[in-house]
DNA sequence: GAATGAAAATGATTGACTATGACTGAAAGT
DNA sequence: ACTTTCAGTCATAGTCAATCATTTTCATTC
C-alpha cells in the first residue's frame, strides 16, 4: 500500500471516528509501530489531526491544542501575575476598556477594583470571568475559533470600529524593535491591529521571553503601546521609555 | 480508550448534567479514581470544568449564580429533550442557523447531524459547545448579560441585521394567540425580534407549560413561527397547522 | 530492458517519557 | 468521631522519539 493512501485513509479515519488509536491503526494497515507513528507525525505537521498520546484526534477537536494553553499559563505564571497586578492598577472607573485575549490579561481581571469601567474583549472566557465579576461587558461578535475560544474575523473587526477605548491591554507572542508586535495566527493579528487603532492608551503584557521573539504576523508597531513586563535580562530594551518594568 | 476522548468526554457530561462526581465517571470510563482525579484537575487546570470537592460543576457561571436556571433546566427535561432531538433534525447541511439562547435550544446541540450547517448565536455557552462539536460558530457582538450568559444589546440586533438565515430556534417563557411569543426581558425581546426577521423558516421550542403564558414583552406574532412541543393536553392549540407536535 | 546508485519508506530496537492504578496519610465534610 | 475525599508516591505497563539496518522505488546509465 502506498504512503499517500495511508495517508487519506488515515484522514478518513480520523474524521469518522473522531479518534484513533495507534495500535488500531498498526491492525487496520498490516503496518509498523514505526511506520504508524511517522505517518501521524506527518499529518499532524499538515494540521490534517491533532496527534495526541496513544493515537489521534480529529482537529475539529478543540482541546488538544488548548492542553498547551494551558501548559503555557503556568510557565512565568509569577511573572505574568506580577504585570497582570500592575495593569489592572491601571484601569480607572471612567476608563472604556479593551482587553485582549490571552492568558497574561486574564489574570488581570481578579485584580481590578474600578468596579464602574467598561470593558469589551474578544476573549470568550475573559467575557464571562469579568460578567461574573459584576462588571459592564461587551464582547465583539464574529467567529468563535475553538481553541482559544477568542473572536476573529471581518465581523470583529468592525464591531472594533465603532468603539473608542480609552485604555487598551494586549497579549503577544513577540516583541522586537523593528518587527514590532507579532501573533501567529492571521485573523488574530488583523483584530489585534484594529483593537489597538481604536485605543488612546495601548498596554502590551508581557513576560521576559517574548522580547525579540518574531511571529509571522505583526499586528503592531514597537513604539505604539507601552511595554509592561518584568525582571527584564535583556539591557537592549531597558532603554526605551515605552518598556515599563515592575516589581 | 485515549485520555483525549476521556477528557472531551467528561466536559460534554458536565456541561450536560451540569455536576458529576467522581464515582460516576469511574464506573462510566471504567478508570480508576487516580485517573477520574488526575483528570478533573487537568480539565480544571484548563478552566473547562469547576472541580468541587466529590466531583465537579460546570463553568458556565449559571449554577453559582443563578439556581433558578439550573433547577429550570430540570423540569420537563425530557419533553425538552425530545423537542430538541426532532429539532435538530431539521438542520441540514446547507442551513444557515440561528440560535436562541435556553435550555432547550442547547439540547439540540448534541443531536445535530448536518456537519455542515453554519451557526449565528447570541448564547455564549451555545457557541462554546457548538465550536466544541466541531461547528463552524459566529457569535454576535454585543453586552453580555452575566446571569443568562446571552448577548443584548443594540450591538447585537445590528449584527443581526448583517445576515440572512435560513432556520432560526427560539425558546421562549409564553406562548398565545394574540400576544404571539413573549418574554420578560426587554433586550432580548428586542434581539430574538430581530433574529426572526432574518430567518426564512423559525421555529419556537416550547414544552407544554408555556401555552397561554404571556410574559412582558412581545417578540414575534403566534404566526409567524413553527411551534414545536410535545404532550400537548390543551386541545386549543393542537387545531393550528403551525403546531407541530413531537413524540 | 537490465544494472546501478541515490533517495525514500519501512521495520526493529533502544532508553526516555507518560499514563495508569494501588496505596498512603492528610484534609474535608457530616 | 466517622466517613469520604483528597494529593502525593510508587511500580507497572504502555507510548514515545531517535537511530540504524533493510527493503523498496525510481531515475539514470549502459
Redesign the interface.
Known amino acids: 500500500m502506498l504512503q499517500e493512501e495511508r495517508f487519506i485513509e488515515i484522514v478518513k479515519l480520523v474524521e469518522n471516528r473522531?479518534?484513533v488509536?495507534v495500535q488500531e491503526l498498526m491492525e487496520i494497515f498490516n503496518a509498523s509501530e514505526s511506520t504508524i507513528r511517522r505517518d501521524l507525525n506527518a499529518l499532524h505537521q499538515m494540521g490534517k489531526l491533532i496527534k495526541?498520546?496513544?493515537?489521534a484526534?480529529?482537529d475539529?477537536?478543540?482541546?488538544?491544542l488548548?492542553?498547551d494553553?494551558?501548559e503555557k499559563s503556568n510557565i512565568n505564571k509569577e511573572e505574568k501575575i506580577a504585570i497582570a497586578k500592575y495593569s489592572a492598577s491601571l484601569i480607572k472607573n471612567e476608563d472604556f476598556v479593551f482587553m485582549d485575549a490571552g492568558t497574561t490579561t486574564e489574570f488581570m481581571i481578579d485584580f481590578i477594583t474600578a468596579k464602574q469601567a467598561v470593558f469589551v474583549t474578544n476573549a470568550?472566557?475573559h467575557?464571562?470571568k469579568?460578567?461574573?465579576n459584576?462588571f459592564?461587558?461587551?464582547?465583539?461578535?464574529?467567529?468563535?475559533?475553538?481553541i482559544t475560544?477568542a473572536?476573529v474575523?471581518e465581523?470583529?473587526v468592525r464591531?472594533l470600529k465603532?468603539y473608542n477605548f480609552t485604555k487598551g491591554f494586549f497579549g503577544t507572542n513577540g516583541i522586537h524593535l523593528e518587527r514590532g508586535y507579532t501573533t501567529p495566527d492571521i485573523r488574530e493579528a488583523l483584530v489585534k491591529s484594529q483593537a489597538m487603532k481604536r485605543c488612546r492608551e495601548c498596554y502590551v503584557l508581557a513576560d521576559e521571553s517574548k522580547f525579540n521573539q518574531v511571529s509571522p504576523v505583526t499586528f503592531g508597531g514597537f513604539e505604539d503601546a507601552i511595554i509592561i513586563t518584568r525582571n527584564l535580562k535583556n539591557n537592549e530594551y531597558k532603554k526605551y521609555k515605552n518598556v515599563k518594568e515592575v516589581n
Open positions: 473522531k479518534s488509536t495526541v498520546h496513544g493515537g484526534v480529529a475539529s477537536g478543540y482541546l488538544s488548548d492542553m494553553v494551558a470568550i472566557s467575557g464571562r469579568l460578567a461574573r459584576g459592564t461587558v461587551f464582547v465583539t461578535g464574529g467567529e468563535l475559533k475553538g475560544e473572536v474575523g465581523d470583529t464591531t465603532r
